[in-house]
Structures are given as structure tokens and as C-alpha cells.
């Protein structure tokens, strides 16, 4: 069974300190991962797409690793700001036919002033 | 661009009722996918189009669910009696094609009591 799981469920933290979320993931076949920020009350948006050759991918302050062997993902966010407060989604894509997105339930995190 | 539209933004109904969640997808986008998102499960795919034509519907829960998109700017998800468990937020997401970067939408928030 395509499974996406993701920890802490839940973090909080002080502004400007930094952070890692972690992902583990049981999919196949294994087309690409990515994660998304979810703001309260928004839809889910992309941060960082990686496919299985790449194994570090950054956009601002936002850096995701992939370990393809080990099926292991991490999102690290740097110098947080209070606009980091969100929820934080692992998502992998799966090739069966078409490209099926599987979802982990997400980190929520709280940046504190 | 204006993103993918949903309507309505919250929707609150009794038990038994029929609902109707609304969709515009970008424009030039040929990919839709509707999902629905609960704290326990975190979001899961029901449908997916692509050309208007239903691809991949083995995410609907069951008969009371059905989704139309009778042209390339328009989907509907139809949910026929309605049910306490029902209560969710449904997102549509729509892409340019197969594989590529999914916009979502604002998400539409049921509450069936």
C-alpha cells in the first residue's frame, strides 16, 4: 500500500531559529516527491518538486533532501519567520498510468515570536 | 490570472440534502483533480480528469459521489444524500497536462449536520 508519513505532526519553534521536517514513504513505482505548504483556510503550494536523480533541492529559505534509498525526505527551513506558521505536506508521486499524488498528513508548524 | 475557483466558499447542510461544490480551473489547464481533506485521513484524491473526460474516479467513496466537467472551464462534484461524514474540505486542483505542477484552489468547506 502507497504510504506517506511525516514527523512531528506538530512543532513549534521561535522566530528565526531553524528546523527540519521528515518524511518516509512507501510508493511505487516512485515518480517524484514534493512538498507543499498549506496555509490556514488555503490550498495546498508547491515549494520544491525532486525527482529520483536529485537529492537536494532549495527555494529560499526552504531546502528538501532525498534519499531515493531510503525512501527518506526532509524539509529544512532556515531563519523561520511567523509567516512559516502552516502545515507542511510530503507528497509523492506515483506513475500508474498518470501521475497520482500520495499525501502525507502533514507537519503543522508554529513559528513564535 | 485569477487561479483555480471554487464556489461556494462554505457550505453548511443538513443530513439527506444534496450538495453541488463548484470549479473553474485556470484557463489552458486540461488536467482536473478533485480532493477531499479531513484531520484524519489529510487529502486524498477522488477524481482526476484530463480533457474533461474522467480518468481515474477509484477515490470516490461511493454512489452518493459523482463529478461532471461538461467543458474545459467547469466541474462539478455532487454528493447526493448528503452525510454527517461528508463533513470535509474539498479542493480542486487543475495542471496543464498530465504530470506537470497542480494548482489548487481556495478548497470549499462542508458541513453536513
Known amino acids: 500500500k502507497n504510504q506517506v508519513e511525516q514527523s512531528p505532526q506538530s512543532l513549534i519553534i521561535l522566530e528565526g531559529k531553524n528546523c527540519t521536517l521528515q518524511c518516509n514513504y512507501t510508493v511505487s513505482p516512485f515518480s517524484n516527491l514534493r512538498w507543499y505548504k498549506q496555509d490556514t483556510g488555503r490550498g495546498p503550494v508547491s515549494l520544491t518538486i525532486m525527482t529520483f536523480s536529485e537529492n537536494t533541492k532549495s527555494n529560499g529559505r526552504y531546502t528538501a533532501t532525498l534519499d531515493a534509498d531510503t525512501k527518506q525526505s526532509s524539509l529544512h527551513i532556515t531563519a523561520s519567520q511567523l509567516s512559516d506558521s502552516a502545515s507542511y505536506i510530503c507528497v509523492v508521486s506515483v506513475n500508474t498510468g498518470f501521475q497520482k499524488l500520495v499525501f502525507g498528513t502533514g507537519t503543522r508548524l508554529l513559528v513564535s515570536p | 490570472d485569477a487561479g483555480v475557483i471554487q464556489s461556494p466558499r462554505h457550505e453548511v447542510t443538513e443530513m439527506g440534502q444534496e450538495v453541488t461544490l463548484r470549479c473553474k480551473p485556470i484557463s489552458g489547464h486540461n488536467s482536473l483533480f478533485w480532493y477531499r481533506q479531513t484531520m484524519m485521513r489529510g487529502l486524498e484524491l477522488l477524481i482526476y480528469?484530463?480533457?474533461?473526460?474522467?480518468?481515474?474516479d477509484s477515490g470516490m467513496p461511493e454512489d452518493r459521489f459523482s463529478a461532471k466537467m461538461p467543458n474545459a472551464s467547469f466541474s462539478t462534484l455532487k454528493i447526493q444524500p448528503s452525510e454527517p461524514r461528508d463533513s470535509a474540505v474539498y479542493f480542486c486542483a487543475s495542471s496543464f497536462a498530465q504530470g506537470y505542477e497542480q494548482y489548487f484552489g481556495p478548497g470549499t468547506r462542508l458541513t453536513v449536520t
Open positions: 480528469f484530463n480533457n474533461n473526460v474522467p480518468i481515474d
